[in-house]
Each structure stands twice: as structure tokens, then as C-alpha cells.
């Protein structure tokens, strides 16, 4: 099993910036990838913000030029800035990594943190 510990989020004015982050633990396995999903109220879950290992990143065209998404694959770690924050980006976010564990693949989901952005 893979666990994910998330941190950052909170309420933001519009135009503003957070920070989230993302731990991974666990026994014996390789991550291929982390990243964020989001779900707003009423609305499916949608990516946010993805990395895989060899460094390449994929972003929905909403958040293209806003988010970044970067990794740390010393500590399993993964983080997304986001600036100029819009209502719109307000959603619960969830934390994903894909890994192998004994050569299986694993989806392993954090709780979700809140971001918030209104004046």
C-alpha cells in the first residue's frame, strides 16, 4: 500500500496563490507518477496538475500558464503552485500517485484538501 499525506490548501482571494503538497510512504514500491485531481461541488473529479518521473507534466488547458506541478523523487514527493487563483478553481483536491508495487500497478488516493478562492 501506498499512502498519501497532503498538506496546503485553504481560502485565497482571487488573484492569489497556494501551495499544495503531497507525500508518499509506504513498503517497497516505485512511483511512475503523482499529481492532482480536483472536484468541485456538483462536478466530476478532473485532473489538475500530473508528473511522471522522467520530469514530463500535463495540465488541463484551464489551468495552462497557472498551475505548476513539480516533483521530488528523492522524498516522493510532489507539489502544485497555483497562482492567479480563480473562483473557478475552487475544489476539493486529491492527491494521486500511480506506482508498482512486487510489479503491480497501485492508484493510491490522498483525503482531499480544500482550496477555497473568493473575496
Known amino acids: 500500500q501506498v499512502q498519501l499525506v497532503e498538506s496546503g490548501g485553504g481560502l485565497v482571494q482571487p488573484g492569489g496563490s497556494l501551495r499544495l503538497s503531497c507525500a508518499a510512504s509506504?513498503?517497497?514500491?516505485?512511483?511512475?507518477?503523482m499529481g492532482w485531481f480536483r472536484q468541485a461541488p456538483g462536478k466530476q473529479r478532473e485532473l489538475a496538475a500530473y508528473?511522471?518521473?522522467?520530469?514530463?507534466?500535463s495540465y488541463p488547458d484551464s489551468v495552462k500558464g497557472r498551475f505548476t506541478v513539480s516533483g521530488d523523487n528523492a522524498k516522493n514527493t510532489v507539489y502544485l503552485e497555483m497562482h492567479s487563483l480563480k473562483p473557478e478553481d475552487t475544489a476539493v483536491y486529491y492527491c494521486?500517485?500511480?506506482?508498482?508495487?512486487?510489479?503491480?500497478?497501485?492508484?493510491?488516493w490522498g483525503q482531499g484538501t480544500q482550496v477555497t478562492v473568493s473575496s
Open positions: 509506504g513498503r517497497a514500491f516505485r512511483i511512475i507518477g
Open positions: 508528473i511522471f518521473t522522467d520530469g514530463s507534466t
Open positions: 494521486n500517485a500511480a506506482a508498482e508495487i512486487d510489479g503491480r500497478a497501485h492508484d493510491a
